[in-house]
């Protein structure tokens, strides 16, 4: 019987196809009863010149291909893609064609498979003696296996995104879905690689996180099986209908089209109560050191060039990408912070001074705790794929009276939040008061400078070691710190904290009232009596609840009310009394001493800001244990230096 449908297959197959789709169906029905239910479509096919009249498939139906070969059926032949098992059981199975390098999604459903294949010609295309010799073995009639010698291996790129997933319809956010599975197969043997495959070659591919990578040697064809698991009929009515999964495939001889980056190259710069300041580690042509992607230097002579971008997660609020954070596209798509909320350019500032990018993240929560993640899309036109660097935490302020400023004209290196006001100052009108008064008490002191022999002997120079611009420079830096204070929450309790006018009140201009935080009701009269009575904050009798901003036009004219200080730290007062003529009167206050625990903070060698100054940045150093090695070799020169000033 098989060789009669053979015999007419061939003979129907010397002229065009006129087959109609009942004869299809009538043809495949009969094929399918005869073959021993025991006998796996390729044990019946392996080694039978028949094989090639069946992977021919039926042409000319309008309707897909009929392909008994593989045992994959009516594939995609519009009518949902419905097929028959060898055990007769009905399933969802579709085949796609792909290219080399190109960036594909696909949408798949509960208990669906889709068959990517990448063909020889895709992987062995761009060679072109390759090619050629190929061409004239096929016109010689030679076999498989010599086209395969012919060719050698080649390495593929496999990457994987999961964009989407299936939602549990319920207020419980921990549920998620299945994760889907990944399947390739380079045997012709096994064109439809997948978890009910057996005796046959295939691997897995573990997908983690929404996250797939993995290299592929071939010599020929490749078949890749993405596999959604069947909804389990108890949960029919808890999963909503839409979205199904959504996925990112990419097969590729030259490039990894998506990626998952562990090593930290975002850190955390400050935030208040709406906003946060991040910026990336070094951009140069060794970036990858580090973290990062490695740079043209002729891209970053240009201010315009910013390759990174981020996106934040809120992590009080239920995350629709629960079980594929490590997935590009899913937080590109799902993430409730995105890059039309981040003001983005490159700075110098910091360490180094090398170019970074920095990102001005808004529309943030007070008192919430965010996942920050950098991200890097791929240039390639049409390509939505990117990279995702493993997620940074960081927590938004609390009380309402901090606020960031950053890229201020003179006080260039300053970027964190300071005391605020925002009932009297916008962002600019905040960051022109304190820069502005930075400047004030420089002109003083260059006046001061001018009188110091600065261009003279080295005989009649202050010091053989430091000159009138490390002077400069040491001033500088201590006066941005000192006058532009770096605020913490009131509230918070971390020990390296000093407290700031703990005896005064929040000026709400808006209201026309005081209040003790900017999120607390206004104070009728007899309350503001009685709190000023009591001693503020900290109550009557504390020394701190008298010690007011070191800048005094803070409480005069911002009036924040109560707020914690993250104090300078110590070395900048050292560098500049080392830096600067002993005339000058420039001392730092005597360790253990009341005014030095007030005025003054220590550095944490592991990365933490424990003190401010300038380019501060939380755990660059802990990251990156070379940083951490050389911030420690620093410290002890710099405690080294302060001991021998001091004899």
């Not at 592929?216 to 078949?223: A, C, Q, Y």
């Not at 304190?434 to 001018?450: K, P």
């Not at 060698?605 to 300038?614: A, H, I, K, N, P």
């Not at 660059?620 to 620093?634: F, N």
Request: glycine residues 8%.
């Amino acid at each position: 019987m098989i060789l009669l449908l053979t015999s007419l297959w061939q003979r129907r197959g010397r002229r065009k196809p006129t087959l109609d789709f009942a004869a299809a169906l009538l043809l495949y029905t009969l094929t399918i009863a005869l073959v021993p239910p025991w006998v796996g479509a390729s044990e019946l096919l392996e080694g039978s010149d028949e094989t090639v009249l069946y992977t021919g498939g039926i042409a000319g139906l309008g309707l897909g291909e009929l392909d008994l070969g593989n045992a994959q059926g009516l594939d995609g032949v519009g009518i949902g893609g419905a097929q028959l098992d060898w055990a007769g059981q009905k399933r969802s199975a579709f085949t796609r064609e792909e290219e080399n390098g190109v960036v594909r999604a696909q949408n798949i459903n509960w208990g669906d498979s889709w068959i990517h294949h990448l063909s020889a010609s895709q992987i062995f295309g761009g060679d072109t003696a390759t090619s050629a010799e190929l061409k004239k073995r096929e016109d010689d009639g030679f076999a498989e296996l010599d086209d395969r010698q012919v060719r050698g291996n080649k390495t593929v790129h496999l990457t994987f995104n999961t964009c989407l997933q299936p939602i549990w319809n319920s207020s419980d956010t921990s549920t998620a879905p299945p994760p889907l599975q990944l399947f390739f197969s380079n045997s012709s043997s096994n064109k439809s690689p997948g978890p009910n495959v057996q005796g046959k070659v295939q691997y897995v591919v573990g997908v983690d996180e929404g996250y797939a990578r993995f290299d592929i040697v071939t010599s020929g064809d490749l078949w890749v099986g993405v596999y959604a698991s069947a909804m389990p009929s108890a949960e029919k009515d808890q999963w909503l209908s839409n979205p199904p999964w959504n996925y990112e495939l990419a097969l590729s001889t030259e490039n990894y089209y998506h990626g998952y980056e562990t090593k930290q190259f975002l850190y955390l710069v400050d935030t208040d109560d709406s906003t946060a300041l991040f910026i990336t580690g070094n951009m140069t042509d060794h970036s990858s050191e580090f973290g990062g992607v490695d740079e043209d230097p002729a891209n970053l002579k240009n201010q315009s060039f910013t390759p990174y971008t981020m996106y934040a997660q809120n992590r009080n609020v239920p995350s629709r990408f629960k079980g594929l954070g490590k997935s590009y596209c899913a937080v590109r798509q799902l993430a409730n912070i995105t890059p039309g909320s981040t003001d983005v350019s490159l700075t110098t500032r910091g360490l180094g001074n090398f170019p970074k990018q920095q990102f001005y993240l808004k529309q943030l929560n007070r008192s919430s705790n965010y996942h920050a993640y950098l991200a890097r899309p791929r240039t390639s036109i049409g390509t939505t794929a990117g990279i995702l660097w493993e997620p940074l935490v960081a927590n938004t302020k609390t009380d309402g009276n901090c606020q960031i400023i950053y890229n201020l004209p003179f006080c260039s290196e300053v970027a964190y939040a300071v005391p605020s006001n925002p009932t009297l100052f916008d962002a600019k009108q905040l960051m022109e008061f304190y820069d502005n008064g930075a400047q004030q008490w420089w002109a003083n002191f260059t006046y001061s400078l001018q009188q110091v022999q600065c261009n003279t002997t080295s005989s009649r120079a202050y010091s053989l070691a430091r000159d009138c611009d490390d002077c400069a420079a040491a001033y500088k830096t201590w006066l941005c710190a000192v006058t532009i204070p770096r605020c913490m929450d009131y509230s918070a309790n971390f020990p390296y904290l000093a407290a700031r006018s703990s005896n005064l009140l929040f000026w709400n201009a808006s209201a026309n009232g005081w209040q003790k935080h900017p999120w607390m009701p206004v104070l009728d009269d007899q309350e503001v009596s009685q709190w000023q009575q009591s001693g503020g904050w900290l109550g009557t009798g504390n020394n701190q609840s008298v010690v007011p901003s070191r800048n005094s036009a803070i409480d005069s004219t911002v009036k924040p009310g109560a707020y914690k200080e993250i104090r300078p730290c110590k070395d900048l007062c050292w560098t500049l009394v080392q830096s600067c003529p002993s005339p000058m009167g420039f001392g730092c206050p005597g360790e253990g001493s009341w005014a030095k625990e007030v005025a003054y903070g220590e550095r944490d060698v592991e990365g933490d800001v424990t003190c401010s100054y300038l380019g501060a940045v939380y755990f660059l150093s802990g990251t990156t244990p070379q940083m951490a090695m050389s911030l420690r070799w620093l410290w002890g020169l710099v405690l080294m230096a302060g001991w021998w000033a001091g004899r």
